[in-house]
């Protein structure tokens, strides 16, 4: 395994993470009982960062985390990052959400993030400045943003005062570059860390068919599996460097600078997601990889969008919404 530092000053984490949300959501029916031999495996091939949310499961999957973390006996060797809902508007719910979060999992997240940016009539400062009471209040180590655009980024930093955030969370992923044309730059230019989510295409890229709503509703996941010139470069770079699919899409993603948090609820495969710092691109492999998804840099827009219309939904709706669905 390799060790990256999160943006200039952030946590050190290992080159690939694990994302949580699959474990203790409805949505992949990712059974908390696993959530152990999950960790295990991923520790295990030295993956030390983790993400959650508290809507994942409302909290479910945060319990999962926490509870593993615990009997495994790892936090002090664990980043475990978490995130707050985008419909906590002020520094009251955002300290309400971190408490949340803290007892969910046992202990204080190191990387407390703001999941979406709030409702567009609310000030952009006012939950982030929630973040910087939370850093304050010992209920987190570092903050990061989720799914802020370039321009809603660059807007971000000026509401810190005392600290900056280490990151921002964003889709990334061969099938979906949107965030080369304005997350990187700035990211790049500010010291911020990107970490990439659904870095496989909720897994088409490594491979599979389609079996849960979630995957056959994804644009993403439609496009990635029946682009036959991505997929047959994703096949000809893994067959000759020994490696899978889905290991030659996350090492692309390393190889732009992102730190990728794929999901699974298979321990096996969180030893082979691991495996994906040690494949080493050359700087062909990663031309023909950019040649053969570089439709996918504007294909979904120019600039990054996703989650832009719950910025339209009163915090109070998206909160009962979540709610009535069990979570994300
Ligand atoms: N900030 C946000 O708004 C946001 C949004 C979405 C996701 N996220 C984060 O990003 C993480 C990952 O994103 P994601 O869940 O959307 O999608 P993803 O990681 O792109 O894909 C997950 C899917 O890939 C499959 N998979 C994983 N490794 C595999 C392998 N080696 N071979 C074959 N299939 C494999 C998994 O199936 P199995 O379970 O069957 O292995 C699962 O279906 C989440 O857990 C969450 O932490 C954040």
Same mark, same amino acid.
Request: aromatic letters at 8%; one cysteine or more; proline letters at 6%.
């Given at each position: 395994?390799?060790?990256?530092?999160?943006?200039?000053?952030?946590?050190?984490?290992?080159? +690939?993470?694990?994302?949580?949300?699959? +474990?203790?959501?409805?949505?992949? !029916?990712?059974?908390? @009982?696993?959530?152990?031999?999950?960790?295990?495996?991923?520790?295990?091939?030295?993956?030390?960062?983790?993400?959650? *949310?508290?809507?994942?499961?409302?909290?479910?999957? @945060?319990? *999962?985390?926490?509870?593993?973390?615990?009997?495994?006996?790892?936090?002090?060797?664990?980043?475990?990052?978490?995130?707050?809902?985008?419909?906590?508007?002020?520094?009251?719910?955002?300290?309400?959400? %971190?408490?949340?979060?803290?007892?969910?999992?046992?202990?204080?997240?190191?990387?407390?993030?703001?999941?979406?940016?709030?409702?567009?009539?609310?000030?952009?400062?006012?939950?982030?400045?929630?973040?910087?009471?939370? +850093?304050?209040?010992?209920?987190? @180590?570092?903050?990061?943003?989720?799914?802020?655009?370039?321009?809603?980024?660059?807007?971000?930093?000026?509401?810190?005062?005392?600290?900056?955030?280490?990151?921002?969370?964003?889709?990334?992923?061969?099938?979906?570059?949107?965030?080369?044309?304005?997350?990187?730059? &700035?990211? !790049?230019?500010?010291?911020?860390?990107?970490?990439?989510?659904?870095?496989?295409?909720?897994? %088409?890229?490594?491979?599979?068919?389609?079996?849960? %709503?979630?995957?056959?509703?994804?644009?993403?996941?439609? *496009?990635?599996?029946?682009?036959?010139?991505?997929?047959?470069?994703?096949?000809? +770079?893994?067959?000759?460097?020994? %490696?899978?699919?889905?290991?030659?899409?996350?090492?692309?993603?390393?190889?732009?600078?992102? &730190?990728?948090?794929?999901?699974?609820?298979?321990?096996?495969?969180? !030893?082979?997601?691991?495996?994906?710092?040690?494949?080493?691109?050359?700087?062909?492999?990663?031309?023909?990889?950019?040649?053969?998804?570089?439709?996918?840099?504007?294909?979904?827009?120019?600039?990054?969008?996703?989650?832009?219309?719950?910025?339209?939904?009163?915090?109070?709706?998206?909160?009962?919404?979540?709610? *009535?669905?069990?979570?994300?």
């Amino acid at each position: 395994m390799i060790y990256t530092r999160l943006g200039r000053d952030g946590p050190q984490v290992s080159a +690939v993470g694990l994302g949580f949300w699959e +474990v203790g959501s409805r949505t992949w !029916r990712g059974s908390p @009982e696993v959530a152990e031999a999950i960790v295990r495996a991923a520790h295990e091939e030295g993956i030390n960062f983790f993400d959650t *949310a508290e809507v994942y499961g409302m909290g479910r999957s @945060e319990e *999962a985390l926490g509870e593993a973390v615990r009997r495994l006996g790892i936090r002090e060797h664990v980043v475990v990052a978490s995130k707050v809902g985008g419909f906590r508007p002020t520094p009251y719910f955002i300290l309400k959400g %971190a408490e949340g979060v803290r007892r969910r999992l046992g202990f204080a997240p190191a990387l407390l993030q703001l999941h979406w940016p709030p409702p567009a009539w609310i000030p952009l400062c006012q939950p982030l400045r929630g973040l910087e009471r939370a +850093v304050k209040a010992g209920l987190a @180590e570092y903050v990061g943003l989720s799914n802020f655009s370039g321009r809603l980024l660059e807007e971000a930093l000026y509401c810190f005062s005392s600290l900056e955030p280490v990151s921002d969370q964003v889709e990334y992923s061969l099938a979906y570059r949107t965030p080369e044309l304005d997350v990187a730059k &700035v990211a !790049r230019a500010k010291g911020i860390g990107i970490i990439a989510y659904s870095p496989l295409a909720k897994g %088409a890229l490594a491979g599979v068919t389609a079996s849960r %709503a979630v995957q056959r509703v994804d644009p993403r996941f439609k *496009a990635a599996a029946s682009d036959r010139e991505l997929m047959d470069a994703l096949k000809g +770079v893994a067959g000759r460097l020994g %490696a899978t699919t889905a290991q030659v899409s996350l090492a692309w993603l390393i190889s732009k600078g992102a &730190v990728p948090i794929p999901g699974t609820t298979k321990p096996d495969r969180a !030893r082979e997601l691991a495996g994906s710092a040690d494949v080493k691109l050359s700087p062909e492999d990663v031309e023909l990889l950019d040649r053969a998804s570089s439709k996918f840099v504007t294909a979904w827009g120019r600039e990054y969008g996703n989650l832009r219309s719950i910025r339209y939904v009163p915090c109070a709706l998206q909160y009962l919404g979540l709610r *009535a669905m069990g979570g994300a």
